[in-house]
């Protein structure tokens, strides 16, 4: 009974293609679970080390430990301006003085908190290679 239900949810899953090319009739099978998780569909070609959540690689959070300064989110939002204005691609930065949430779509980001200043630090896919 067991291999019968499993069995049962694996056809369901798949989905039937059907093309006709020159008279001839292809099918082919797709796996529904690819097309409703986006993620599985879009992979960076890039590796990269994830540090946690919050940033994508160890060395964005350490620039952004270094630069948030004590002396608010406007000080900390320029210096890390003037850091990410030498780097490759678009960098987005948004500096507050309290927790924030904020959605964006990219391979590179950090968000990081240091004397009550709150930093997100990303890289525009749009301007990037």
């Not at 406007?74 to 490759?88: C, G, N, P």
Request: with cysteine.
């Amino acid at each position: 009974m067991r291999f019968l239900f499993f069995f049962f949810i694996f056809i369901f899953s798949l989905v039937s293609t059907s093309e006709i090319i020159n008279g001839e009739t292809q099918e082919t099978f797709r796996d529904l679970e690819i097309f409703e998780n986006p993620n599985l569909l879009a992979r960076s070609t890039r590796p990269r080390q994830k540090v946690s959540e919050n940033c994508s690689d160890e060395k964005l959070r350490k620039i952004m430990h270094e630069n948030i300064s004590e002396d608010g989110s406007t000080e900390s939002k320029r210096s890390l301006q003037a850091v990410f204005k030498d780097r490759d691609g678009v960098w987005s930065i948004i500096c507050a003085p309290c927790s924030f949430s904020y959605l964006a779509h990219s391979h590179e980001y950090c968000v990081h908190s240091r004397f009550g200043v709150t930093c997100l630090v990303f890289r525009d896919i749009v301007g990037s290679d």
